[in-house]
C-alpha cells in the first residue's frame, strides 16, 4: 500500500474567465474518501470542450457566442447564477478535469479494500450524487472536483475496472468523448444498415462517434477541417466532407437516417434539410453557437424527432469498458502535457489544429507523506 501525501499539485479553478483564473498549486490538501468513496492517484486526465466551457461561463443563458469567443479570455457580460451543467451557480475554488484515469489507492468506509491496486476510469455524468433520479446528473470535475490534479476521489460506484494493455493517456481520452457519443447512440437508436452524418468529426467526441457508429455497423459521412480529411478517413469513416461543403450538393434530400451535431451554428437548418422522413437529430453541443432558427413545419410535416443528450443512462459506460477490453474501438492521442502546463494545453485545444484528443500528464514525484 503506498503511502499517501498530505498535499498535493493540483490545477484550481478560481472563477470564471480566462486563463489566469487556472492556478498551479503545489500545497493542495489531497482529499480523504468519505463514505462509499475511493481515492484515486491520477494517472492520466484528459481536455476536452466541458473544462474549457466550464472555465468561461459559457453554459450560461445570458452567452449567445461561440465557445471559442470567450475561450482564453471568458465574457464580460456573463451571468454566473446559471452557468454550470446543471443551470446553478458554480462553486470556487474547483479542481475541474472530467476525465481521469488512475489507480485506487485508498477507499472510503462501506468499500472493499480489494479495490485498492485497481486501474480505474471514473464516470462523467454521475447519477450517484444526484440521487439516482432520470435526467438528473451530477458532472465529475463541475459539480465536484475532478483530475486536475495528483489525486482525487469519487463514488465508489461511478468508478469503473478496467483491464487492457493501453497507456494511460489512451484511456484517459475515453471517459468524457466516449461516453457522451456512446450514449447519443445508444438514445437515438442507431442501428446497422443506416446512415449517419457527423459534425465535429475530428474532435474527441466526433472521432468517438465515427468509431461507435462503424461498430454499430452504420454507414458514416463525417464532416471536418480540410487538413483533417485523411486522419478522420482513417478512423473508419466512409466518406469525409469539407467542413465547407454545400450538403445541398452533396446529398439528396431526405437521405440521411441520423444527425449527430456538435457545432450547430448558422448552417443548422441544412442538417434538418437531408434527414429522412422519421430522421433523427441528436445534439451534445454547439461549438459554432447555440442559437437557431427552426421553420417548425419541416419539424412535423417530416415527422423528425429532435434530442438532446446530457443525462447518461446506467449501461452506456459499462458498454464502453468492455470495447476497451475487447479492443473494438482505440482513441486517437494528438499530444500530451505536463498538467502544470495546462494553459498552453488548453491554447492548443482551442486552435483546432489537430484530430483526436489532448491529454495532461501529473507530476509524477508526490510531496511528502501524511
Known amino acids: 500500500m503506498m503511502s499517501i501525501p ?9 472563477g470564471h474567465g480566462g486563463f489566469e483564473k487556472l492556478e498551479i498549486r503545489h500545497d ?6 468519505n463514505m462509499n468513496e475511493v481515492l484515486i492517484r491520477v494517472a492520466a486526465t484528459g481536455i476536452n470542450n466541458t473544462d474549457i466551457n466550464t472555465r468561461i461561463g459559457w453554459y450560461s443563458k445570458s452567452i449567445n457566442s461561440d465557445t471559442n469567443t470567450g475561450g ?3 465574457y464580460v457580460d456573463l451571468n454566473s447564477d446559471d452557468a454550470g451543467w446543471s ?16 489507480e485506487i489507492v485508498a477507499v472510503g468506509t462501506g468499500i472493499s479494500s480489494s479495490r485498492i491496486g485497481e486501474r480505474v476510469l471514473v464516470g462523467v455524468m454521475m447519477r450517484t450524487p444526484a440521487g439516482n433520479q432520470p435526467f438528473l446528473t451530477s458532472t465529475f470535475g463541475s459539480e465536484c472536483d475532478g483530475g486536475f490534479a495528483q489525486f482525487c476521489v469519487a463514488p465508489a460506484v461511478e468508478t469503473y475496472t478496467v483491464s487492457c ?3 494511460d493517456t489512451e484511456l484517459a481520452s475515453i471517459p468524457c468523448s466516449y461516453s457522451t457519443a456512446e450514449n447519443a447512440l445508444h438514445r437515438v437508436g442507431l442501428q446497422a444498415g443506416e446512415t449517419i452524418l457527423i459534425t465535429g468529426a475530428s474532435g474527441g467526441v466526433g472521432s468517438a462517434v465515427i468509431q461507435l457508429a462503424k461498430r454499430r455497423g452504420a454507414t458514416v459521412f463525417a464532416i ?15 466518406e469525409v466532407l469539407e467542413r465547407s461543403s454545400d450538403l445541398s450538393d452533396i446529398f439528396k434530400p431526405e437521405s440521411i437516417d441520423v444527425v449527430f451535431d456538435v457545432v450547430v451554428g448558422k448552417e443548422w437548418t441544412k442538417l434538418l434539410d437531408v434527414l429522412k422522413r422519421g430522421g433523427r437529430y441528436v445534439t451534445v453541443g ?4 447555440p442559437m437557431v432558427e427552426l421553420d417548425v413545419r419541416t419539424l412535423y410535416l417530416k ?3 429532435l434530442m438532446g443528450c446530457t443525462y447518461q443512462e446506467a449501461g452506456v459506460f459499462e458498454n464502453l469498458i468492455g470495447y476497451i477490453e475487447r479492443n473494438e474501438i482505440r482513441p486517437v492521442v494528438a499530444g500530451t502535457y505536463p498538467l502544470t502546463e495546462i494553459v498552453k494545453a488548453q491554447q492548443f485545444f482551442l486552435a483546432k489544429q489537430f484530430v483526436g484528443n489532448i491529454v495532461l500528464l501529473p507530476p509524477h514525484k508526490l510531496n511528502s507523506s501524511r
Not at 498530505?6 to 478560481?14: F, G, P, W
Not at 493542495?28 to 474518501?33: A, G, L, N
Not at 443551470?87 to 488512475?102: E, H, K, N, T, Y
Open 165 to 167: 494493455d493501453w497507456s
Open 286 to 289: 454547439a461549438i459554432a453557437g
Open 224 to 238: 471536418c477541417g480540410a487538413g483533417k480529411k485523411a486522419a478522420v478517413q482513417e478512423l473508419g469513416a466512409d
Open 303 to 305: 415527422d423528425l424527432t
Open 87 to 102: 443551470g446553478v451557480a458554480l462553486q470556487f475554488p474547483r479542481i475541474q478535469g472530467a476525465d481521469v484515469c488512475g
Open 6 to 14: 498530505s498535499t498535493m499539485t493540483a490545477v484550481v479553478l478560481t
Open 72 to 74: 482564453g479570455s471568458g
Open 28 to 33: 493542495v490538501p489531497v482529499p480523504t474518501p
